[in-house]
């Protein structure tokens, strides 16, 4: 079965500083990876997602994540933060070998990490 | 420019009570999903379909029916409401079969049961 780790329940940083979001998954095949953002009383945003190729991946508002298979892990990251950037940050994966195979096409979700940018 | 549609937005219930869930979208996605957003849960899929016609169960699937006889309509229906079926529920879509397309999702429908 895939699942989805977010370690950090909340993550706390000043504005400017440079910001991490941890994410470890686990899936039978190869994945797709995803990051959302969520802000009080909304639905999820898309942020960012790995497919293939290149392990950087860059998305909206200047927020990066970086694929690491050996470490099975897609940690979120943005080098300068803003009191803005203040949410809850999902990450999902799909194995996209099971899909393959016929075993479904499920997007598996972590339990959020909510991040408090500080003045 | 309406994207993912949910009503009710609010809905108090009482238990034992059925009712729907509307989700429209209005992107020509094929694949449609639903979940449920409980505190330190993160968001669970209930069901979700890759077409019209073609339903499947996800993680939560007891107490819940849905059907999509429409590309833009996926109806989640609450056959007999339980308190343990208080919970925001999101609705989202995506282009092709979904598999690594991001999911556009509507801005939740917040259901108590009592």
């Known amino acids: 079965a895939q699942s989805v780790a977010q370690p950090e329940d909340q993550v706390n940083v000043a504005e400017g500083n440079p910001l991490t979001v941890k994410c470890t998954y686990s899936v039978s095949g190869n994945p797709y990876l995803f990051w959302y953002v969520q802000y009080p009383n909304r639905g999820l945003q898309f942020l960012l997602k790995?497919?293939?190729?290149?392990?950087l991946v860059k998305g909206s508002y200047g927020f990066e994540a970086e694929f690491n298979k050996s470490q099975t892990s897609f940690h979120l990251k943005k080098p300068s933060a803003l009191v803005s950037d203040s949410a809850l940050y999902f990450c999902a994966v799909r194995d996209r070998t099971l899909i393959l195979t016929g075993g479904g096409n499920k997007l598996t979700f972590g339990t959020g990490t909510q991040l408090k940018v500080e003045l | 420019n309406a994207g993912v549609t949910q009503t009710p937005k609010f809905q108090v219930l009482k238990t034992g009570q059925s009712m729907t869930l509307q989700c429209a979208q209005d992107?020509?996605?094929?694949?449609m999903s639903w979940y449920r957003q409980d505190p330190g849960m993160g968001l669970r899929l209930i069901h979700y379909s890759v077409g019209a016609g073609i339903t499947d169960q996800g993680e939560v699937p007891n107490g819940y029916n849905v059907s999509r006889s429409t590309t833009e309509d996926f109806p989640l229906r609450l056959l007999s409401a339980a308190p343990s079926q208080t919970s925001v529920y999101f609705c989202?879509?995506?282009?092709?079969?979904?598999?690594?397309?991001?999911?556009?999702f509507g801005d939740g429908t917040r259901l108590s049961i009592l």
């Open positions: 790995y497919i293939t190729g290149d392990n």
């Open positions: 989202a879509s995506s282009s092709g079969t979904g598999q690594n397309q991001p999911q556009h």
């Open positions: 992107m020509n996605h094929e694949y």
